[in-house]
């Protein structure tokens, strides 16, 4: 591993304290298996048609809206 010069420890802040001596690996490992992520990967031609991911959620919302509406209306008729 190459030293570190003095100019690289300079410019880091006093505050800053990478300690890793206390950290564990895998603390939130089964937290995430139990309740799952909720991180959703949009293709690019998809994501460039939203501006955020309140977009996104409106956008989905009112699909779920209109399913809901369909999904009324087919099943009151489909007794043929």
Same mark, same amino acid.
């Given at each position: 591993?190459?030293?570190?010069?003095?100019?690289?420890? *300079? $410019?880091?802040?006093?505050?800053?304290? /990478?300690?890793?001596?206390?950290? $564990?690996?895998?603390?939130?490992?089964?937290?995430?298996?139990?309740?799952? @992520?909720?991180?959703?990967?949009?293709?690019?031609?998809?994501?460039?048609? /939203?501006?955020? @991911?309140?977009?996104?959620? *409106?956008?989905?919302? @009112?699909?779920?809206?209109? @399913?809901?509406?369909?999904?009324?209306?087919?099943?009151?008729?489909?007794?043929?």
């Amino acid at each position: 591993m190459k030293p570190k010069n003095k100019t690289e420890i *300079d $410019e880091m802040r006093p505050e800053y304290d /990478f300690d890793y001596t206390k950290a $564990e690996r895998g603390k939130h490992y089964q937290t995430l298996l139990k309740q799952g @992520s909720n991180v959703v990967v949009l293709e690019p031609d998809v994501a460039k048609a /939203f501006r955020n @991911s309140a977009a996104v959620n *409106d956008a989905l919302r @009112s699909l779920l809206e209109v @399913s809901k509406v369909t999904r009324r209306l087919t099943g009151r008729n489909g007794g043929r």
